[in-house]
């Protein structure tokens, strides 16, 4: 068995060290080749290759920003704790909302990093508890981490990169199937933006039903006949909130069969287009089949078509960058956006002959039958990874 030394993070670094925001209205300590890296510069990769940002030599000389060597650990210690690169290639800097950790010779970058993965909860319990969390480099310095020698760190490091290599691999396979049915509607249908290929008509020429749920009465008497349940009964009351998070059981609304039954003109068979009408508004959803009665929550639209198109190539349509940008023009409100029945209606789309829809939808659905397994297949290496890191570092 793999021996392990004990120590805080204070003993195994050279320094803990936050970052710093140079004046802002001082130009001559901007645009220079020294990254400045801030949270939203970390992402799936370990090492910060590139920032959105960048800050001048004059800026370390005057002392306006810390500068971090090659192979200092990144960490967000305000706000959201515990989001973790590596610089890897050249010096770079941060913000104030980073501290850096640079590792004595006895521990690997790289081995601290994903114990600062795996360890994100710790991290966020040791800070502050006000609005905006704090972990100051005090209470980080403290923190024990346990380690086996070089060696055995270089082989735990080789074994998650691997994993997490399969993963980037699975999510890049998901994205250019994504890209290949861009490609085929594209070849199908040509670019919806031109207008050239078929006739443009007003998206209501071909919808059948454009309902909510408050097409079934006042709100005095919706309240008087609809009560929401947090504990299962016969119908789901399906909210836009389940459609973006494809989850259909935990945390859902239900209401009683008689409250089913009254909302007569919402109820929701499977197939349907759902778009969101306030807040996240024109936001666009395919309704699964449930096999279950389900009604249609509010502040969303619920639409059914006419035989002249597929339904699947409509979803398709819509959630495109063109539906997207005809969808995100109609849509109304400073801070509160909303869109309307009447903006709906008016979008100008495509007609191409139904048989070339059910063509594209055809393809559709074997490419998201594939897509399903990929992420299945995502899922369980997720579950794998997780495992190995509970494996050395729980």
Known sequence: MEKYSEATLKDIAVFIRTGKTPPSKTKKYFNGNIIWVTPGDFG?????????????????????????????????????????????????SSNQQITGIFPKENILA???YYWVKSNKNALEYYANKAVVPILNNAALAKLKIKYPDIKGQKSIVDILNAAKNLR?????????????LKFVFLD?????????????????????????????????ILR????????????????TTDLENNNFTNGVKYISKEAYEFLEKSK??????IVNKIGSAGNVYLMPHLDRPVSLGMNAFLLRFNDTVNDLFIYYLLTSDYGKSIIGARVKGAVTKTIRKDAI????????PIELQESFASILNRVEQTKQKMRASLGEMNNHFNALMQRYFG
């Open 44 to 92: 799936d990769n370990m090492h910060i290759q590139q920032s959105a940002r960048t800050i001048s030599e004059e800026a370390i000389k005057c002392k306006k920003a810390v500068i971090f060597p090659k192979g200092t650990v990144l960490i967000s210690c305000i706000g959201d704790i515990g989001k973790v690169g590596v610089s890897c290639e050249t010096e770079s």
């Open 110 to 112: 790289e081995y601290l």
């Open 168 to 180: 980037q691999k699975r999510k890049q396979q998901l994205a250019l199937l994504d890209d290949y």
């Open 188 to 220: 199908m249908f040509g670019d919806p933006r031109s207008g050239k290929k078929w006739e443009m008509i007003d998206f209501g020429e071909v919808i059948d039903v454009l309902t909510d749920y408050h097409a079934n009465g006042s709100y005095e």
């Open 224 to 239: 008087n006949h609809v009560e929401l349940k947090s504990t299962s009964d016969y119908a789901l009351m399906v909210r």
């Open 268 to 273: 929701v068979f499977g197939g349907e287009i």
């Open 345 to 352: 209606r008016g979008l100008k789309i495509p007609l191409p």
